[in-house]
C-alpha cells in the first residue's frame, strides 16, 4: 500500500520561505515520477512541481518558476519542495503525488498522478 506523508506547511509572511517534505512508503521509489499539486481556496487543483527519476528532469509552472525547487532523496524515499519568495497566491493546500513513470518522464497533467498524499496547508500572510 503506498503512503504519501507530506510535512512542513505552516503560516508565513509574503517573502518567506517554506520547505515541504512528502516521505513515501510502499512503492519503489527511485521509479517514481514524483510531484506537487496545490489546491488553492475555492479553485481546482494546480500543478506546481515535478521530477523525474533521480532528479534528472523537473518542471514547473511560470507562476512559481524561480522562486520553487524541487528535490529528491531516493536513499530516503522523500521528495522536497523548497518554496522561496512567497506571495499571498501561493495559499493552499499542497499535496504530494506520484506515479510510476520512465527514467525520463515528467507531466504537469495532474489527472496522470496515482499516489496523493492528504495535503498540507501553507498559507502566506500579505
Known amino acids: 500500500q503506498v503512503q504519501l506523508v507530506e510535512s512542513g506547511g505552516g503560516l508565513v509572511q509574503a517573502g518567506g520561505s517554506l520547505r515541504l517534505s512528502c516521505a513515501a512508503s510502499g512503492l519503489t521509489f527511485s521509479t517514481y515520477v514524483m510531484g506537487w499539486v496545490r489546491r488553492p481556496p475555492g479553485k481546482e487543483r494546480e500543478f506546481v512541481a515535478a521530477i523525474s527519476w533521480g532528479g534528472r528532469r523537473t518542471n514547473f509552472p511560470d507562476s512559481v518558476k524561480g522562486r520553487f525547487a524541487i528535490s529528491r532523496d531516493d536513499a530516503k524515499n522523500t521528495v522536497y519542495l523548497q518554496m522561496n519568495n512567497l506571495q499571498p497566491e501561493d495559499t493552499a493546500v499542497y499535496y504530494c503525488?506520484?506515479?510510476?513513470?520512465?527514467?525520463?518522464?515528467?507531466?504537469?497533467?495532474?489527472?496522470?498522478?496515482?499516489?496523493w498524499g492528504q495535503g498540507t496547508q501553507v498559507t502566506v500572510s500579505s
Open positions: 503525488a506520484g506515479y510510476r513513470g520512465g527514467a525520463y518522464q515528467l507531466t504537469n497533467d495532474v489527472s496522470k498522478y496515482v499516489d
